[in-house]
């Protein structure tokens, strides 16, 4: 299902306003220090935090606990929102949605929220995918966004606003349970987990992705605990070990999609900078410094490298770390030449890495029809745009 997002009229084209800050950008200090100068008591910067964090509120004429003169400065000096959603896809499960956002320098980056029903082991989840660059210059052949090229890096309330949005729809889907019965007020669960595995290297975006982190971890906000964040790099050596010393219990993930140079040189160039022996050792390091253990993600690409003996590398590779391999059939890209392992042939890759008592799991697979790997949806939309124009 495509809702199309009403497009601006020419005369306001013609005079465009310049966009006000977003206070998404604003850590808690900056915060407080911000109520202080706008002469309001400390106790007003948590009232707001939890207004925008919390409450999910979209505009400050809706913060009715604060003071109208308090609303009337915040509205003048800034917006919430960094960005306007110019399309909201729904999976035909209903699984997932995609979420596509124009800033205002015309940039397009997406956002995925995957819903995952509770079972007899867990609860209900829903986890927000989520950007830290309009688009990405590590250039990974498999990927849509390393397709694109590089744009620039994401603000941090550009990171922060991705969940934000996602946020107020779990919030709402909440609401709904609550009043058909289907859960109780103490149940309800909102954004329960935060994966940085959008558009971008999160690590090469580190500070603003860091003080993201910070404003999502906050317990008077949006309250999502670091062991639900996973921060996912293509393998950048500084910042894992950086990231090592975080005082945060925030997950590591790591692309590695093959178990030596020669494979992954191929499909991503930053094994020229950090090929897999420097890459794995600092990974070890960082399960030493930690001892959290590292996620690996590896995407199954047929005939690149799912075949049995890459397997036996890779168990080789893993073998006695603390860490998971997550498995991931490939979702092709429109432009990409890769294919789809058959299912077969995952079950036996995870069969042999097992024998080197490495722990995995094949992924399940959501949102193929609304193109939700990453890149994907802003690749189909400007193709789209191309298209009209030259018609
Ligand atoms: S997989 Fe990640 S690091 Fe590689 S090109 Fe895509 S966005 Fe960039």
Redesign the pocket.
Known sequence: MTTPIPQTTPDEKAAPAQPKPSILNLGRKEMLALVAELGEPPYRAEQLWRSIYHECKTSFADMTNLAKGFRASLEERFSIDPFTPALHLHSRDGSTDKALFRMADGEMIETVLMRYEPDAHRKRRRTACVST?A??????T??????QGFRRQLTTGEIVGQVLYVARIAQAEDNALIASRAIAQGEVSGITNVVF?????PF?NYDNTMKAIRVLNDGQGMNIGARHITV???GLVPQILKFADEPFQVNLAV?LHAPDDETRSVT?P?NRRYPVATLIDACRRYVEKTDRRVFFEYVLLAGQNDSAAQAHKLGALLRGMLCHVNLIPVNPTEKGSYRRPVQARSLEFQTVLLTYGVPSTVRIEKGIDISAG??QLRARVLDQAEATASA
Not at 135 to 140: E, F, I
Not at 197 to 201: D, I, L, T, Y
């Open positions: 660059q688009g990405c210059a590590l250039g990974c498999f990927c849509a966004t390393g397709q595995m959008g558009m971008g290297e090469a996912s790099t293509v692309s991503m930053i990453c890149g």
